[in-house]
């Protein structure tokens, strides 16, 4: 067997020259560069919020970005650090310091990489969506939550990590307020939110910053206002290419002890970054009328997070909104991904001064209108109409993503999602005891019949899954009701039977068969019969004792009933 037939990894990078003209390439230089200066300013105050700084921001959009393109599954995905992972990061680099992100980071690469391999791209599907809605709404809250000492000059120099403490903390510090920065922060808001209605094709959240970095700069060199603080306040800004530098361990944790505590953590960021690229890769295919290589671009993000901490980098994925930036522009191919990186690339070597003049209360506006967008809120108003139990999952993954933190929201989220499945599964099967006569449906065909059950025959009859949640409803029924000497398990509705359903199953058979009884099976499906088979059931009961429908059933019960003696 080949490789290729065992490793689902086809770039689309590598598949596009074929057909590859010149007018793809200027719809894709001019998208590229476009998307190159809407992702400036994400990728630094995305580096800045998450406790790096803004070099390692543009890096990781340069490097990650780059990775993605070449590497990923989808024609059109733009990856590089993204709103999602600030409050993981955030939290990594307050608990096990730099190093320790960069171990947390490699391995949440290696995990993609591994689920890339496995063919576990499907992986977004078996997500439930309250959960996905849940902890992005957290996250937004949180994010929100962190850029109000920028956004209003408070000017506190360590702000608690805790939510409650943290807003604690901005409360008693309210007469702190810088007007100055405070008025910037607000007017950016305001600019990135009025510009989608005067222009779709300008960046309100770049001409947000173009306006607010020379009216610092006017008010500061000509009008004596020196408390508004920019990046380069507070930031080294970047000097040159990002040189590779291996982790080194702080204190005295082994490796080893620092990828146990980090485990947790690694599965986290890799989860989300599975979830949040190839949601932007199934929102962009039904755009572009595309498919993208779910396999590839797990493999593609796994190699980005893999190659990046060595650089500086923190977690990537793909990125929703740069993603739709680049189709709304024009791009076609994965040759737009890789021209945003170089204009990103330009930035960082050339325009360092100019980056480091951009003011904090901007940035902040920036970030606050990156949360209300992530916030979701009309999904979650319309889900509160709806479904009780999707409700319930939301909040649950939602508040505890706020006040504790992402890995147990969704550890949680899972769970309740999992109790909720597990009691509408119940509630779906059935289990009835016929005795006497029983209606007989003939599903879709003209007309039903009635069937005389004989004395000492009592039918059985599963409608739905059989499965751990009904196996103890199935055993506590059979304890209930008097034995007779035949029983008949009618099973034509059963679409599936696990494990300890197949042992209660068993169990009952054989209780049954030590008391001279005898069981019958009726109306088994193919997949359920193959499982019966493999499990040894079938030659348990009898071949005899296995009927393809009640008819059968109630003439082998008419049989035995003859050989019993039983009148």
């Not at 008693?172 to 209605?197: E, F, H, Q, Y």
Request: proline fraction near 4%; hydrophobic fraction near 50%.
């Amino acid at each position: 067997m080949k490789v290729s037939e065992l490793i689902d990894f086809s770039p689309k990078f590598f598949s596009i020259f074929k057909n590859y003209s010149r007018e793809k390439f200027s719809a894709d230089l001019m998208a590229g560069m476009i998307v190159g200066v809407v992702a400036i300013p994400l990728a630094i105050a995305f580096g800045i919020a998450s406790g790096v700084g803004p070099t390692e921001g543009l890096v990781t959009a340069i490097i990650a970005g780059l990775l993605i393109s070449v590497f990923g599954g989808s024609k059109v995905q733009i990856g590089g650090p993204t709103g999602a992972f600030i409050v993981i990061i955030y939290g990594v680099i307050q608990q096990y310091g730099l190093a320790g992100l960069t171990i947390a980071t490699i391995m949440a690469g290696v995990i993609l990489l591994i689920m890339g391999l496995c063919r576990m791209g499907s992986i977004i599907k078996f997500m439930p969506y309250p959960i996905i809605v849940g902890f992005t709404g957290g996250i937004a809250i949180t994010i929100f939550s962190t850029q109000m000492n920028d956004l209003l000059g408070l000017g506190i120099s360590e702000v608690p990590a805790n939510f409650i403490d943290k807003w604690i903390c901005y409360f008693s510090n309210m007469s702190n307020i810088d007007w100055w920065s405070a008025a910037m922060g607000l007017l950016s808001i305001a600019i990135i939110a009025l510009t989608p209605k005067v222009s779709k094709k300008v960046p309100g959240s770049l001409l947000a910053i173009i306006i607010m970095t020379i009216a610092a700069w006017l008010l500061k060199d000509y009008a004596g206002v020196t408390s508004i603080k920019t990046i380069g306040d507070l930031y080294k800004l970047p000097s040159g290419l990002p040189s590779f530098s291996l982790p080194t361990l702080e204190g005295d944790m082994s490796l080893f002890a620092t990828i146990q505590n980090l485990a947790p953590v690694a599965f986290t960021i890799a989860m989300l970054g599975a979830i949040e690229s190839l949601l932007s890769a199934m929102v962009a295919d039904g755009i572009i009328g595309d498919r993208h290589n779910s396999n590839t671009e797990l493999i593609g993000q796994g190699i980005a997070n893999i190659v990046v901490p060595f650089f500086g980098g923190i977690p990537a994925t793909g990125a929703i909104a740069r993603t739709m930036a680049n189709i709304n522009n024009g791009g076609k191919t994965p040759v737009a991904g890789v021209v945003h990186t170089f204009v990103l690339l330009l930035v960082l070597l050339f325009l360092g001064g100019i980056v480091g003049r951009i003011p904090m209360p901007c940035l902040a506006g920036v970030l606050v209108m990156v949360s209300y967008n992530m916030s979701g809120w009309r999904t979650i108003a319309s889900m509160c109409r709806k479904s009780v139990a999707g409700v319930t999952v939301l909040f649950v993954t939602l508040l505890l993503t706020v006040f504790f933190d992402l890995t147990l929201a969704i550890e949680v989220g899972l769970v309740f999602a999992i109790v909720i499945f597990m009691k509408r599964m119940t509630e779906s099967t059935s289990i009835s005891v016929i005795r006497d006569e029983m209606e007989v449906h003939h599903d879709g065909e003209n007309g039903d019949e009635c069937l005389t059950i004989p004395s000492g025959v009592e039918v059985y009859e599963i409608e739905g899954p059989f499965f751990f949640g009904i196996a103890n409803k199935f055993d506590e029924l059979t304890r209930m009701t008097p034995p007779v000497p035949i029983r008949v398990i009618r099973m034509r509705k059963v679409s599936f039977i696990d494990s300890t359903a197949l042992h209660n199953l068993e169990i009952f058979i054989q209780s049954s068969q030590a008391e001279g009884r005898e069981v019958i099976l009726s109306g088994v499906r193919n997949k359920v019969d193959e499982t019966l088979t493999k499990a040894g059931v079938k030659k348990m009961v009898g071949e005899q004792n296995v009927c393809h429908n009640i008819h059968l059933a109630l003439e082998r019960a008419n049989e035995l009933r003859k050989q019993m003696n039983i009148e």
